[in-house]
């Protein structure tokens, strides 16, 4: 459950959200809901300002846990009511103070857009021709230092700014409006401690310095509270988190883009670390790459490098790399929750958990080099998700592990090259029910194979199936004696109940020579 450092969000993000909309005239105006300036003077309580979350309770799916109840007994009753989703964190209510700004971008200039600031007292200021003055060459550096609201009509504003008090910053639409720092500075530097809001901006091409020790492409925050919403991050670098770097605090993000962010190390498109608390939802991550492992560090977490406690709901992590593990999420030294979320083509793998926690339910983990991997201490629960078509190992555990699995689908994962296609486990306490291994292909053990003398538990009613998986012994609980051998591929293909053109020999020698799978 994330702690009670949360508290500081809600409001705010529940005031950005229904108060910075457009008009509702329709206009293209700027507004956000006048707050009682009271709020942030006493630090009263306010849990209306729960993120809007709920509505992912109606998308879980339980088709695949039917399929799989039916697959293993026809006479077995179960459960197929929705899978809940995980609780909504409870924000509580510190809103801050912004004064409401309503701007006619389209009257405003007809060729350059517009930019005004309306501090928290004090009259509204027209800030146009300071930020016009930056260029690709020569972005504009501006430091914020009263708290109030930043507006950006469209266009593309190269910025580089430093926020010294709490502060929104509010463009017209993400499409067309655009913060840059034009692949030579850090966009947005927030000082320690602030409440940053961020609402349909591109924030884009940023890159740090030497002065954040190259920390944060887009922005870089410590023990700040972060909440973005509609916003587009792309083509972000720097030396960890390509995009957005915090260091403690809060970090709530709603209805946002990370495409090709990189990261020379670690989190190409977060990282977050410090104990830091990170909410998203309804968010992609497409593209990003974290580089580079150098034998000591780095190379973890393509898109979400996370070192404390996540968060994650109906998000998409696609295509994105790491250098070592967890291409699509990396989570050490923490606890997370993740719901209703699809993992796909991401290389090496899809999540990567250590020395950490995590509950997950209605996942598609599909396409990845590996689907999840588990090391050191890490204990997953997974629950109605489906682990399928991953080249190496569906699931892959060791090193003092602990794996619950329920109504999990896993199936036509591995290649022959390596252990255990539908799940490997080694030494590790796994307790399976009411889940099916199908059309896996191992090295040995295509279903579910074990060493070390620790077999899965297969518990409950109705127990796992295993069908139609390949390897030198289908769910063996034995150390396999020798590798696969072409000639014995055929053999033991034909034994498959329904054989299909899908049936795969292993790769030819050294073609599997990826150090990652």
Known sequence: M??????ALGALAAALLSGCAKGSDGSDDFTNAATDPTTSETGTTDTAGTMDTAETADTADTTSGE?????VDTNATTDTTDTDPPPTPDFGADTGVFTPIT????????????????????????LT?????GSWDTPVRYTVSDPGTLAFCPGTWHVALTLEAD?????????????????????????????VSLIDLTVADGSPDADRDYLGGAIHAESAILSIRRSIFPDNTSSQGGAIYLDGGLLDI?????????????GGAIYARGEAQVVIDDSSFTGNAALHYDGYGGGLGGALYIEGELWLTSSDFHDNYADLWGAGLTLVYGEGTVYDSTFTDNVPDGLYI?????????????????????RVDAALTLLDSEVTDNLAQGIYAYDRCSLEMSGVTVSRNGDGGLSGGGLYSSGQALTITDSLFEDNYGEYGGAAPSRDGVAPRWRGSPSPTTSRNIGAAAGSTSRARERWRSSTV????TRRSTPTSETRAPPPPGARGDRHL
Request: aromatic fraction near 4%; include cysteine; charged fraction near 15%.
């Open 2 to 7: 994330l702690t009670s450092q949360m508290a």
């Open 67 to 71: 399929e799989t109840a039916e697959t």
């Open 103 to 126: 701007a006619d971008c389209e009257a405003a200039t007809e060729t350059e857009g517009a930019v005004w600031f309306q501090p928290e007292a004090g009259l509204l200021i027209d």
């Open 129 to 133: 021709s300071v930020f016009t003055a």
């Open 167 to 195: 502060v929104l910053l509010q463009g017209e639409d993400a499409a067309t409006t655009t913060l840059s720092g034009a692949q030579q500075a850090l966009v947005i530097d927030v000082t320690p401690g602030l409440r």
């Open 254 to 266: 709603s209805g946002a883009v990370f495409r090709d962010n990189s990261a020379s190390l670690t």
């Open 354 to 374: 250590a020395e950490a926690s995590a509950s997950a339910s209605g996942l598609t983990v599909s396409g990845n080099g590996r689907g999840i991997l588990l």
């Open 490 to 493: 055929t053999s033991a293909t």
